[in-house]
């Protein structure tokens, strides 16, 4: 059954493809009904499903149905065979010739990326080119993929894959020639791939930032290099470029039909959705990757042992010369998941709501993500800040909208209102890299809720930021707007105050408030015992805290560090106990405060004009 694609062996890495090849007779094979996800159901297309497994690995999800019409799965043994390369080709084809709605979401019809490599006929040279603002846009392809280098202990995997990127040792030999077979696997299959769709260059972000120039404005760009390429290759079946870009299709070996059970029922592979590739693949674990897929008009998934496709028009999988019409997929149960291509789309129409609540959806992803360089939290998120913001551009300018360390001016309350499901520990946070304000500052690999329904309180919440747009002597661009205040560590607000927790209050036990979840999933506290009191918990392993006055509804809130448990506790971004009663609450909807805490004087001697007191600063 795994040789018909399955559910796995589509998005296995070759280490996973290697383990599941070595799997002994003593790794047993099993077989069980999956998660229902609250649907009570367990059915497809009239019949069941199973997952089938070996050891302790699934390795396919199968149909137990009493149809027995769904053909067959025939797909060629050899990734870079013609019938593999003629079914991509086709999908470029049809796209570039036949959608113009496809077309019409490259970011401009003449930047090209600052450099390219240009691979010679015959595949075995390249040359490093720089590329004029005057040159036409080239055709070139844009390769998404992991470096890896601190998944190995190979030392010379990791010399290999620090040796790809162009130094100042190497820039004047690559700008000359140099050869295929220096680089790293996965690089050496991408630029043969690129030759064979007949595109004369390719973008690697290694070999294409070279010493010389500025790594942020580089960086900030790749709304132009995605967006502009004649196709992104995603290389999803590796964890590092020495791993290669193809696998071994050892699972096309053999033809595989659909196998009778009994009289009435016959078992048959389903075939993974592209859903479920970019949800399962190692490569969208890293968080350069999102902004690579989310700014591409054209995609091509290159998996270990099929090919996906995907534009906004057509999304594609592999079939080669099966007699199966189209995927045997199972039930959609990915369907909060967005098309790849939607994000660009809804920028194109100028639909503000929407392209906010994606950009939303984007931060949630985003912060589930891991990077090597937590320097690069906000500029890997900059090209789709440039793609956002230009929604509000006049031609190049923009107006009315600024960007604050990934929060922007008009939707900044709700902005704001971002939580974590559950703290972490202080140690790990990013406050050195954004403010904490920010949910750029939260650890790597976060869970971050980002849509809070806020209800706006009017001119009770403002921000107070002087727009710097139309200043005379500088550049209102895309770029530029991004990039002015994406550093910005402190911002002057205006709002409603007031302590979380009053200062006579009693701390309980956590298991004294908590009562349960709700059926919405909801926390749900009994205060009846204390009904009359001041009172407050915190849930020391996970950061919520809840605050309850007399004959009131109680209050809670989410912290976003835990209280360290060792003696070096890294930066003072957490609450102790005793000092639970100084947090306070900032009003930024009807029913959403953000919680602070009271740092400093803003200004020693500086007063509020309208109350008479002391202007202090505040801390998320």
């Known amino acids: 059954m795994e040789g018909e694609g399955g559910r796995d062996s589509s998005t296995i890495t070759g280490q996973e493809a290697d383990e599941l090849r070595a799997a002994s007779q003593q790794d047993r094979i099993w077989a069980r009904l999956p998660p229902t996800r609250g649907t009570g159901k367990n059915d497809l297309q009239g019949g069941k499903f199973l997952e089938v497994g070996v050891?302790?690995?699934?390795?396919?999800?199968v149909s137990c149905s009493e149809r027995n019409d769904m053909g067959f799965v025939n797909l060629g043994t050899e990734p870079m065979g013609e019938n593999v390369l003629d079914e991509a080709r086709k999908w470029l084809r049809n796209c570039h010739q036949g959608h113009t709605r496809c077309n019409n979401l490259g970011w401009s019809e003449k930047d090209n990326p600052s450099y390219l490599v240009y691979i010679k006929p015959g595949c075995t040279e390249l040359q490093l080119q720089k590329i004029s603002e005057e040159t036409k846009l080239l055709r070139y392809a844009a390769l998404s993929y992991s470096w890896?280098?601190?998944?190995?202990?190979?030392?010379?995997?990791?010399?290999?894959?620090?040796?790809?990127?162009?130094?100042?040792?190497?820039?004047?030999?690559?700008?000359n020639s140099f050869l295929v077979s220096e680089l790293p696997k996965t690089i050496q299959d991408a630029i043969r791939l690129t030759r064979s769709l007949g595109i004369p260059y390719i973008w690697v972000d290694a070999m294409c930032i070279p010493p010389g120039v500025d790594w942020n404005y580089e960086a900030s760009r790749m709304h132009v290099v995605y967006g502009n390429a004649h196709v992104t290759l995603a290389a999803c079946s590796s964890i590092k470029s020495t791993d290669g870009l193809f696998r071994s299709r050892q699972a096309w070996q053999y033809q595989i039909k659909a196998y009778r059970l009994s009289r009435t029922y016959w078992l048959a592979n389903l075939d993974m959705p592209l859903k479920e590739i970019r949800l399962r693949t190692p490569l969208f674990k890293r968080a350069w990757t999102l902004q690579e897929e989310r700014l591409s008009p054209r995609i091509l998934y290159l998996c270990g042992q099929r090919m996906y496709w995907s534009c906004l028009l057509s999304q594609q999988t592999?079939?080669?010369?099966?007699?199966?019409?189209?995927?045997?997929?199972?039930?959609?149960?990915?369907?909060?998941l967005r098309h790849p291509q939607k994000f660009l789309e809804t920028r194109r129409v100028q639909d503000e709501h929407d392209l906010h609540e994606q950009w939303l959806e984007l931060v949630k992803a985003y912060t589930r993500r891991s990077m090597y360089d937590c320097g690069d939290r906000l500029p890997a998120m900059s090209g789709l800040a440039a793609q956002y913001i230009s929604t509000y551009a006049d031609g190049e300018t923009v107006r009315g909208e600024e960007y604050f360390a990934g929060l922007w001016r008009r939707t900044f309350a709700q902005d704001l209102a971002w939580s974590v499901q559950y703290a972490k520990a202080p140690s790990n946070s990013l406050y050195y890299v954004a403010p904490t304000w920010s949910w750029a500052s939260v650890p790597l690999c976060s869970d971050v809720t980002t849509q809070h329904k806020?209800?706006?309180?009017g001119d009770r919440f403002k921000l107070l930021e002087l727009s710097q747009l139309g200043k005379e002597g500088q550049s209102d661009k895309v770029l530029d707007v991004v990039r002015r205040r994406a550093s910005i560590k402190s911002v002057k607000v205006s709002g409603p105050v007031r302590r979380f927790i009053k200062e006579h209050s009693v701390r309980k036990a956590w298991d004294a408030v908590r009562a349960k979840k709700s059926r919405e999933g909801d926390d749900e506290y009994d205060c009846s015992r204390f009904e009359s009191q001041y009172v407050h918990s915190r849930n020391s392993e996970t950061g919520q805290i809840v605050a309850h006055e007399p004959h009131k509804q109680e209050i809670a809130g989410q912290l976003d560090y835990l209280f360290p448990q060792k003696s070096n506790p890294g930066p003072w971004l957490f609450i102790?106990?005793?000092a639970l009663t100084e947090l306070y609450c900032l009003q930024v909807g009807t029913s959403t405060m953000l919680l602070?805490?009271?740092?400093?004087?803003a200004v020693e001697g500086e007063v509020d004009e309208k109350k008479g007191e002391p202007i202090w600063l505040y801390r998320r």
């Open 576 to 578: 102790t106990d005793d």
């Open 148 to 175: 890896g280098s601190e998944t190995t202990t190979d030392r010379r995997q990791k010399d290999l894959i620090k040796d790809t990127k162009t130094t100042e040792e190497n820039i004047q030999t690559r700008k």
């Open 55 to 61: 050891g302790k690995k699934k390795t396919a999800v």
């Open 596 to 601: 602070l805490d009271k740092v400093r004087l």
């Open 454 to 457: 806020v209800e706006p309180i």
């Open 318 to 336: 592999e079939m080669g010369s099966s007699k199966r019409p189209q995927p045997f997929e199972g039930p959609d149960t990915l369907e909060w």
